[in-house]
């Protein structure tokens, strides 16, 4: 009988074990994807613009990416494509596990960085509490964390030599005497945003003037010109949409800046930056796939860094032409009491944003994952919008273009100039990488 139960409590402690040892893990790459969101939400919060937000998704990727290349030969190594990339020091802990270092470092690059990068603490307990309850070991994540605070802070001081502390030393825009030039718009009246983000050092490109489109139309007053004609265009357009023509709009506002006013109040409206949805667009794409966690995290550093270059293309045209927007022109041609759908963005409207970002990071999609890639967009529904289908990142990034005239604060010639300035810049990111023998994901 002594046998017997002896025998039993063994097998029960063996059963015991057996159950620990085999707890379920969450995929790591399920991991990315909210990871990435928390930057997104502090910008929010913080209001960032658009093109300082590629600029910190792109660090915090970039120490993701620096400490999964120091791991494997088979991880792209940001030194081969980045022109005066940093040496990267940081003795790996043995416990240390890389690819929860790599998912910390960019919480921790983010903390460093953003303005309220403090509030990246609470999304770092509840990850680490994650990898607790997902049988991750104590000495596991305690060396993987001290392993990523020794990488993100190196990142962090390439990234202070970039140009951006200097921004705020230089000269503060003014708005140019004459019709043809941008003036800040209702209802806020904004100041420029960034007028000298073309002085910050790109990654990849090699300089802001790199990819100069065309000139924009010549502005122009006479009923017969080219300008006329594009400005009556919006104004037509923007009376006569139609109800799908309004939800893409909405869909790709991505407007960081929204003010509603009403008498004497002024109620601001948060949103996402365009960068922020493409960086979330890349993280849906690789989801679909199950793309390999290493993959995942180079996709979105690449993604990430070409927004970031392609902020800077398009900012050194804005400021440029300096463009008068389309509100105002009709305002004063047409409709004194014409309101665009979109609220205007303040700074210049040649040439588009979203045609110029949005263009390039497709075309680095396309590339990595395929032309024909499928998937289901629902990076707006946090904001009340339905999630929209498409069939490739080329129709995401052509609807992306488009929607700027059905929401009224582009022309058409920024719109298609956009998109060829941002295939070029794309274009000329892909060769590079082609260049150091880096390949599809998908064949």
């Known amino acids: 009988m002594k046998k017997i139960k002896v025998i039993l409590l063994i097998l029960g402690l063996l059963t015991t074990n057996i159950v620990v040892a085999t707890k379920p893990r969450k995929p790591i790459e399920s991991h990315i994807q909210p990871t ?146 941008w003036y800040p718009t209702p209802p806020a009246y904004m100041e420029a945003v960034e007028p000298n983000w073309r002085t910050i050092k790109p990654m990849l490109i090699d300089s802001a003037g790199q990819f100069k489109p065309a000139p924009p139309i010549v502005y122009s007053a006479e009923p017969t010109s080219d300008f006329y004609k594009f400005a009556k265009e919006v104004y037509e357009v923007g009376k006569n949409l139609t109800e799908e023509q309004r939800l893409i709009a909405a869909f790709w506002d991505c407007n960081p800046f929204a003010v509603n006013t009403s008498g004497h109040m002024s109620i601001g409206f948060k949103k996402m930056s365009p960068g922020g949805h493409w960086m979330n667009i890349t993280s849906i794409a690789c989801n679909k796939i199950n793309l390999s966690f290493e993959k995942a995290i180079v996709l979105h550093s690449l993604v990430a860094t070409t927004l970031m270059d392609a902020f800077i293309s398009c900012w050194d045209e804005k400021y440029r032409s300096n463009r008068v927007r389309p509100e105002t022109v009709i305002n004063r041609f047409w409709d004194i009491h014409w309101q665009p759908l979109l609220q205007t963005p303040p700074f210049p409207e040649y040439t588009s944003g979203h045609s110029v970002i949005s263009t390039a990071s497709a075309e680095i999609l396309t590339y990595f994952l395929g032309d024909h890639f499928a998937y289901t967009d629902d990076s707006e529904i946090y904001f009340d919008l339905k ?57």
């Open 387 to 443: 999630p929209r289908d498409f069939t490739s990142f080329r129709q995401a990034a052509n609807e992306a273009a488009i929607s700027r005239l059905y929401g009224g604060i582009h022309y058409m010639d920024a719109i298609k100039n956009g998109q060829a300035q941002g295939a070029k810049l794309g274009n000329f990111v892909l060769e590079k990488l082609k260049a150091n023998g880096v390949k599809p994901f998908i064949n």
């Open 36 to 181: 990435i969101f928390s930057l997104t939400m502090v910008m929010i919060h913080d209001v960032v613009n658009p093109p300082a937000a590629a600029r910190f998704y792109s660090y915090s990727m970039l120490s993701a990416q620096c400490i999964l290349a120091a791991e494997s030969k088979e991880v792209l190594n940001p030194k081969v494509y980045i022109k005066g990339f940093p040496s990267i020091n940081a003795n790996r802990p043995s416990e240390a596990n890389a690819n929860l270092a790599a998912l910390y470092s960019i919480l921790e690059t983010g903390r460093l960085m953003l303005p309220s990068g403090f509030q990246l603490e609470a999304d770092q307990q509840t990850l680490l509490e994650k990898w607790k309850n997902e049988g991750y070991a104590d000495k596991e994540i305690k060396a993987s964390v001290a392993y990523a605070k020794e990488i993100s802070p190196q990142i962090v001081t390439w990234a202070k030599i970039d140009g951006y502390l200097k921004l705020s030393t230089l000269r503060r825009y003014r708005p140019l005497k004459g019709d043809a030039y």
